[in-house]
């Protein structure tokens, strides 16, 4: 069974930083696509960023550009995302999302292209 395990949030300063983590399991992590998405309270899901299944190519929202990075680890089935200068309107539960079926750039950007998720991690940026 597929398992995504997020971990590494946590309470941070404003203008500080956080590494998360997504372990996967039950699957071929080198086969796979991999997103960051977020989810603020009252908010629609979001994406934040992601990578191809080498790690070649990478994607960014606009609004994080410049300040947080995707990488992966395929020998340890991880991804991660390196997040710095942290905003307090960033505070959200941030997931890790797995593709098998994203064929365009485009792909990467939305919900709909990821076949699992994981449980998320709580993000919490104080000002």
């Known amino acids: 069974q597929e398992h995504l395990v997020e971990s590494g949030g946590g309470l941070v300063q404003a203008g500080g930083s956080l590494r998360l983590s997504c372990v996967a399991s039950?699957?071929?992590?080198?086969?796979?696509?991999m997103g960051w998405f977020r989810q603020a309270p009252g908010k629609e899901r979001e994406f934040v960023a992601a990578?191809?299944?080498?790690?070649?190519?990478?994607y960014y929202a606009d609004s994080v550009q410049a300040r947080f990075s995707i990488s992966r680890d395929n020998a340890r089935n991880t991804v991660y995302l390196q997040m710095n200068s942290l905003k307090p309107e960033e505070t959200a539960v941030y997931y890790c999302?797995?593709?098998?079926?994203?064929?365009?750039?485009?792909?990467?950007?939305?919900?709909?292209?990821?076949?699992?998720w994981g449980q998320g991690t709580q993000v919490t940026v104080s000002s």
């Open positions: 999302a797995a593709s098998s079926r994203i064929y365009s750039s485009s792909g990467y950007y939305g919900t709909g292209g990821y076949d699992y």
């Open positions: 039950g699957l071929t992590f080198s086969s796979y696509a």
């Open positions: 990578i191809n299944w080498n790690g070649v190519r990478t």
